[in-house]
């Protein structure tokens, strides 16, 4: 069994930083790509962040210059830091991690339950 765990989130002023933490645990064989989603409140859930297991990322453009995602592969973490967050960042944040795990070894999708950001102005 697969566990994706998010934490970081809170209350922030506009301007402000946070930095968000997606933990794997469980069975992992191996950990590939890891992404942020988030959604706000009466919107689709949308894009973030993802990265590859071997370090190249790529951003929304709402975000771009902004947030920074990393990862440990030594911990199976990925990381969101967010600076200069704004108003219209605040959305429920989620962590997608695609690994393979026995039995079968296949690659599949996990979804963490998600960590709330609200920006204040």
């Known amino acids: 069994q697969v566990q994706l765990v998010e934490s970081g989130g809170g209350l922030v002023q506009a301007g402000g930083s946070l930095r968000l933490s997606c933990a794997a645990s469980?069975?992992?064989?191996?950990?590939?790509?890891m992404a942020w989603y988030r959604q706000a409140p009466g919107k689709q859930r949308e894009l973030v962040a993802s990265?590859?297991?071997?370090?190249?990322?790529n951003y929304a453009d709402s975000v771009k210059g902004r947030f920074t995602m990393s990862r440990d592969n030594a911990k199976n973490t990925a990381y969101l830091q967010m600076n200069s967050l704004k108003p219209e960042d605040t959305a429920v944040y989620y962590c997608?991690?695609?690994?393979?795990?026995?039995?079968?070894?296949?690659?599949?999708?996990?979804w963490g339950k998600g960590t709330l950001v609200t920006v204040s102005s």
């Open positions: 990265i590859t297991s071997g370090g190249s990322t």
């Open positions: 997608l991690a695609t690994i393979a795990g026995p039995p079968d070894y296949y690659l599949m999708d996990y």
């Open positions: 469980g069975s992992i064989f191996s950990l590939n790509g």
